[in-house]
T-cell receptor, first 115, second 113 residues
């Protein structure tokens, strides 16, 4: 596997469910990100992890809980979501020193639907 | 309030002609700009970037122009090819090391053969 992978690619869940999104990067990067892309809205940064420590949290509701066990893996744990949380969730990674020069490398995303 | 704006949601261009995608920003502290391209069912991929110390950066068929006084940048694709059909996102950042990228809503480019 190369690049940034995300599983599952599609997820449908009820408001009372608990689920997790997984991201894995095979690029040797040390920073990882979760973004949310809602319809007709810009990409919104949710969380940033650098060297496995969270450095950014843009006031995301607590029903989203990230976990970064090591520099290659990133999870987003979901519980008691709302229908308005339905969106495409994108994971990205970068080499911290090159974060802006090379840009971030994105995974294909998980299309989440909350019923 | 959106800090990065892509006011054209879509653009259609004939194959072989020039595609010009525009992006405006409001935060004068932004000093690094990137363009990403996104195909359906894939994540965005980095295309080209420009620092505010430059007004032009070229990479093959892709050129980004930056007009700091107008807070405007544009991406030129010449010649356009059908494979360029995708959604293009403009992103900006303050280059302080840990400042996150701020994205526009994207422009869908369709290159017609």
């Amino acid at each position: 596997e190369t690049g940034v992978t995300q599983t599952p690619r599609h997820l449908v869940m009820g408001m009372t469910n608990k689920k997790s999104l997984k991201c894995e990067q095979h690029l040797g990067h040390n920073a990882m990100y979760w973004y949310k892309q809602s319809a007709k809205k810009p990409l919104e940064l949710m969380f940033v992890y650098s060297l496995e420590e969270r450095v950014e949290n843009n006031s995301v509701p607590s029903r989203f809980s990230p976990e970064c066990p090591n520099s290659s893996h990133l999870f987003l744990h979901l519980h008691t979501l709302q229908p308005e949380d339905s969106a495409l969730y994108l994971c990205a990674s970068s080499q911290e020193a090159n974060r802006l020069v090379a840009g971030q490398f994105f995974g294909p995303g998980t299309r989440l639907t909350v019923l | 309030d959106q800090q990065v704006k892509q006011n054209s949601p879509s653009l259609s261009v004939q194959e072989g002609r020039i595609s010009i995608l525009n992006c405006d920003y409001t935060n004068s502290m932004f000093d690094y700009f990137l363009w990403y391209k996104k195909y359906p069912a894939e994540g965005p991929t980095f295309l080209i970037s420009i620092s505010s110390i430059k007004d032009k950066n070229e990479d093959g068929r892709f050129t980004v122009f930056l007009n700091k006084s107008a807070k405007h940048l544009s991406l030129h694709i010449v010649p356009s090819q059908p494979g360029d059909s995708a959604v293009y996102f403009c992103a900006a950042s303050v280059n302080s090391g840990n400042t996150p990228l701020v994205f526009g809503k994207g422009t869908r480019l369709s290159v017609i053969a």
